[in-house]
């Protein structure tokens, strides 16, 4: 059963820093996965999406990366901002079986201090 | 629609009342999919539809718990008898592929159900 770990579970970081969060798996058979950005009381925004075949995304000051063989994945921020604060969601798509469903970790929340 | 969207945003439900959560997904996505956000944690997936047929729905926590979406578009998650425990933001996602897909997801704003 693929699980989906994520860590810290909360991180307060000054503005300006660069910050790494980890998301980790346990069933390296995945299709892809995306980091998703979640704000209080709101649905979830797509971030980035990893292809199983990718190394990494890039996306302004966001960078994903992925290593499917080890489990992992990093989200990269850099230069931080007080807007930056929000939960910060990665979720995998299991290889396989007739659901596209996501499974989710349980998050990182992010706190960006002005 | 531009978005998916979601109604109520919020619903106040006494512990043994049924409620019905809508969804109105992205025009032409054909599969949807229904999670469940406990609070402090992520979501959970709770059951999935390929145009009108629901072709999961293993992860739904009881008989109590129905969806459908009789047309290909709009959906409901309906729950009888609500508990406490039923609780939670209830969010809803599209998608425009199929089957094993590349393409990633785009989630509701979420209704938040608290049962009192």
């Known amino acids: 059963k693929q699980e989906v770990t994520q860590i810290p579970a909360a991180l307060s970081v000054p503005e300006g820093e660069n910050l790494v969060l980890n998301c980790s798996f346990t069933?390296?058979?995945?299709?892809?996965l995306q980091w998703f950005r979640q704000d209080p009381g709101k649905g979830l925004t797509s971030l980035l999406l990893?292809?199983?075949?990718?190394r990494e995304q890039t996306s302004g000051r966001l960078n994903a990366s992925l290593d499917k063989s080890s489990g992992r994945s990093t989200l990269y921020i850099a230069a931080s901002q007080p807007g930056d604060s929000a939960t910060y969601l990665c979720?995998?798509?299991?290889?396989?079986?007739?659901?596209?469903?996501?499974?989710f970790g349980t998050g990182t929340l992010l706190a960006v201090q002005p | 629609g531009a978005g998916v969207s979601q109604s109520p945003r919020y619903k106040v439900a006494k512990r043994g009342q049924d409620v019905a959560l809508r969804c109105d997904p992205i025009?032409?996505?054909?599969?949807l999919f229904w999670y469940q956000q406990a609070l402090g944690q992520g979501p959970e997936f709770l059951t999935y539809?390929?145009?009108?047929?629901?072709?999961?729905k293993s992860g739904l926590p009881s008989d109590r718990f129905f969806a459908e979406r009789p047309e290909g578009s709009v959906s409901t998650l309906k729950i009888q008898r609500t508990q406490q425990e039923d609780s939670a933001v209830y969010l809803c996602?599209?998608?425009?592929?199929?089957?094993?897909?590349?393409?990633?997801?785009?989630f509701g704003s979420g209704t938040r159900l608290t049962v009192v």
């Open positions: 996602a599209s998608s425009l592929g199929r089957g094993r897909g590349r393409g990633g997801y785009t």
């Open positions: 069933d390296s058979a995945i299709y892809n």
């Open positions: 990893i292809q199983s075949s990718q």
């Open positions: 979720a995998v798509r299991n290889y396989g079986g007739a659901t596209n469903k996501l499974i």
């Open positions: 025009s032409g996505h054909v599969s």
């Open positions: 539809f390929q145009n009108e047929a629901q072709l999961d």
